[in-house]
């Protein structure tokens, strides 16, 4: 089980579009940062165009104080910094299952590993984890940032296919699910 410090945060940095060398020119430099954040991280890898696997985004799932530590973990990072990325989603989060990725029980390689993001508003959606547990690396609500209301899902998920991976979410409950292809990041 993940000992929370204060709050968990889902982070979510995507690409500007051509930003591809740059974003290779640093990272070591982004490795170095996220190294800062080792025992705060609870998931963390990028994501991909499914056509020609180029890098599309960053995912950090992170333990952090309070909203002023994970806006700074957010927008200090090196690549923000750089102009790699063209936004970030920043929002509070809970982690359901209560594990890192690296406590995953299928482990950092094989099959097919996906971002699944489900933007909602009103009535919560998707509050207890799916009963097959065995194929979630990351599982949660997206919150305001009082953490009072839910505003979507988000998911990382070991799956065959994207379609499989967007129905762990409810579709009709959100007003889009976005799916993007993932793999653990870090260090190998």
């Known amino acids: 089980m993940v000992q929370t410090l204060g709050m968990e945060f889902f982070c979510y940095h995507r690409d500007r579009p051509g930003s591809g060398a740059l974003r290779y020119e640093l990272l070591e430099e982004h490795w170095s940062y996220m190294d800062r954040y080792e025992k705060e991280l609870i998931a963390r890898g990028p994501t991909f165009s499914r056509d020609d696997e180029m890098p599309t985004g960053s995912v950090h799932i992170v333990d952090l104080p309070d909203p002023t530590a994970a806006r700074a973990f957010a927008f200090d990072e090196p690549n923000y910094q750089a102009g790699v990325y063209r936004d970030v989603l920043l929002r509070r989060w809970r982690n359901l299952l209560g594990r890192t990725m690296w406590d995953f029980p299928g ?82």
């Open 107 to 188: 482990g950092r390689t094989g099959d097919d590993r996906y971002l699944v993001l489900g933007l909602g508003s009103g009535e919560a959606a998707d509050l207890t984890v799916p009963s097959d547990q065995d194929e979630l690396v990351a599982y949660g609500p997206l919150l305001s940032d009082d953490g009072s209301t839910w505003v979507g899902t988000a998911a990382l998920v070991r799956a065959p296919n994207p379609d499989t991976a967007r129905a762990v979410l409810t579709a009709d409950r959100y007003a889009d699910i976005e799916v993007h292809a993932w793999e653990f990041g870090g260090r190998r």
